[in-house]
């Protein structure tokens, strides 16, 4: 095998294993028999049979996005994508998320929960993954509660003046930009 094939089977094994949470109980066991049926099929043959069979047959696998305990893991393989594109920090210029996952790091609610609570959200509601983003913890406290109309003013703002408030993102936004 071309090491560009083999880094691509290991990319999208890592991906169906961590969104099928294939080694969360009794990893040894799993590995032992994946490792077995490779050897015996064969690694493209086992792998698409498996990740067919696991993710394209689930009815309900899109619904999973939605239920709290799985969506950690569906957010780790946004994080893990990010982290290869070099992705930078919700509010930053230059810290990447590879730099928040190492060092210190909130997960920021877009949509603040008690805002979004008050108004009849249930939690699986609030606590969607499309409401996370990864951000350093001094710029997840400076925002707080606030709704996303308030604080992305106020970057706009930094972005014009110059004078940070939350994050370090400096750069122009125009004035006829729309904020939600």
């Not at 799993?30 to 015996?40: A, C, L």
């Not at 230059?94 to 949509?111: A, G, N, R």
Request: with cysteine; charged share 20%.
């Amino acid at each position: 095998m071309r090491s560009g094939s083999i880094e691509s089977i290991v990319r999208k094994w890592f991906v169906f294993s961590v969104l099928a949470g294939r080694y969360s109980a009794s990893p040894e066991t799993q590995f032992d028999y994946d490792i077995r049926r490779i050897d015996e099929y064969g690694t493209e043959t086992y792998m698409d049979a498996v990740i067919q069979s696991e993710l394209s047959g689930r009815i309900g696998f899109l619904n999973s996005l939605i239920l709290i305990s799985q969506a950690i893991r569906f957010f780790n393989v946004f994080l893990a994508a990010q982290v290869m594109m070099q992705d930078k920090d919700f509010l930053s210029s230059h810290i990447t998320v590879h730099d928040l996952i190492t060092q210190k790091w909130d997960i920021h609610h877009i949509f603040p929960k008690d805002y979004l609570k008050s108004n009849g959200s249930a939690k699986n509601r609030y606590n969607q993954i499309a409401n996370y983003v990864i951000m350093e913890s001094e710029a997840n406290i400076s925002i707080g509660k606030k709704l996303p109309k308030q604080y992305l003013e106020a970057i706009r703002n930094q972005c014009n003046d110059g004078e940070l408030k939350y994050g370090g993102i400096t750069s122009n936004i125009p004035k006829n930009t729309k904020i939600f």
